[in-house]
């Protein structure tokens, strides 16, 4: 079959690089993608929110489906405008439509969702410009620190940690009065600070039945020791060694069944990936946050540990059959360390050179940031390439990604050297 797959980063290279693995694929088609994924398809230049011109391209090139990386266009309906259209509504596509989306969308949905079908999650309230003052006066009523979030996308910078009352009085005027984010911040929600480690655990359904993909923890300081600045991730590691069994059955229970029938009772029919963002409490899972799609960089460590058909699982999701599907995980350990421009996540600059690509013979290299120009593949983003290695344990796959890391280069090249060291001992 003929699949499309949209977005440009390390998401979707390793989506392409498993897409292309199976045997059902016939021709792979990445909109726009990067300097690495025209290894395994055929990129195509166009935005991932042209939804007219992807669904031209769609039916000019006999698509059978369609697979959303990104959060966008799932917020902004890509899937809607698939179904909408009588000619595009038998292209099944991966990822939910606009209402289901509503759950990264919209942080103030996605915590009335949680209350209202009882997800443990932290405590909070939601505040707009006009009940500011109200905002302020509950912010005096709660233990600190405290956290407050911009309700819309904003890029992943719209989530703050305030230590102290006045700064959070500060933030909250900020985000609400004077558009800190812009239209994300319309909104704030102001939510109780969860303490304990945190992880990711992921999920795949058809809108019935589902499969819990492998869990992962990402880092996304900056700096070595977990300092600095956030970034969009600067590694990950899958299994998460103090995620065990007890536990991980506990989030599927407490978490991920009632969020399944939670959809389905507010009807709200839902074909894709749900990233679930949580909080280890001493034990217990809490939910932090939704995603609508895989995250970055923990797919890179997810994807590789499938052994199944992945398209075979996502035809399952298309056709609502997934509970008759084989899913077989390796019992190898994951690392991946991602490569960013110098700078990033501040000021960085584009177009550096990159070189040593041939030189990585163990690790996969998944492109988020690259540009093919004139044969040369060359920087295009803060987190450029995401260097991901599977072994038999997380000491071994962290030194090879570690090491391969180290084999390419580009001007003011930087990456982490201490990616899941902190998991060792567990």
């Known amino acids: ?158 989530v703050l940690i305030c230590a102290d009352l006045i700064e959070a009085k500060t933030e909250l005027r900020a985000m609400l009065a004077d558009a800190k984010f812009g239209e994300a911040s319309n909104k704030v929600v102001v939510e109780d600070f969860l303490k304990g480690i945190e992880l990711s655990v992921f999920v795949l359904t058809d809108g019935k039945d589902y499969k819990v993909l492998p869990a992962a923890k990402d880092y996304k300081r900056i700096g070595e020791g977990d300092t600095g600045l956030n970034t969009g991730g600067m590694g990950s590691v899958s299994p998460v060694p103090f995620a065990d069994e007890a536990f991980l059955l506990k989030v599927e229970k407490d978490i991920i069944k009632p969020t399944i029938e939670g959809l389905r009772k507010d009807n709200i029919p839902y074909k894709g990936f749900i990233f679930i963002g949580l909080m280890n409490d001493d034990g217990n899972p809490y939910v932090v946050e939704y995603n609508v799609r895989m995250g970055d960089p923990e797919t890179e460590s997810v994807l590789i540990r499938i052994e199944s058909d992945f398209v075979d699982l996502l035809m399952g999701v298309a056709e609502e059959n997934l509970a008759t599907k084989s899913f077989k995980v390796s019992e190898k350990t994951a690392a991946t360390v991602m490569l960013v421009s110098g700078g990033y996540p501040g000021k960085y600059e584009n177009g550096k050179i990159i070189s040593g690509l041939e030189n990585v013979k163990e690790s996969l290299l998944f492109h988020a940031g690259t540009t093919l120009v004139n044969e040369e593949v060359k920087t295009a983003g803060g987190r450029v390439i995401a260097v991901t290695a599977l072994k038999d344990n997380l000491l071994e796959a962290l030194q090879q990604a570690t090491a391969d890391a180290g084999r390419i280069y580009f001007e003011g090249k930087n990456f982490r050297r201490d990616i899941g060291f902190d998991l060792i001992n567990y």
């Open 1 to 158: 079959m003929n699949i499309l797959l949209i977005g440009s980063g390390g998401r979707e290279s390793a989506f392409a690089y498993k897409i292309a693995q199976s045997p059902l694929t016939s021709q792979l088609f990445i909109a726009p993608g990067n300097a690495g994924t025209g290894a395994y398809g055929k990129n195509v230049d166009i935005k991932v929110t042209d939804f007219a011109s992807l669904g031209t391209f769609a039916l000019e090139n006999d698509i059978h489906l369609v697979v959303v990386g990104p959060e966008e266009p799932l917020v902004k309906g890509i899937h809607d405008y698939f179904l909408q259209d009588a000619q595009l509504s038998n292209i099944p596509v991966i990822g939910p439509t606009a209402d289901g989306a509503q759950l990264e969308g919209s942080k103030d949905f996605s915590k009335q969702f949680m209350q209202r079908h009882a997800i443990p999650t932290a405590a909070s309230r939601s505040f707009t410009k006009e009940t500011l003052e109200e905002g302020l006066q509950y912010l005096e009523t709660r233990k600190l620190p405290i956290v407050l979030k911009a309700d819309g996308l904003a890029a992943g910078k719209g």
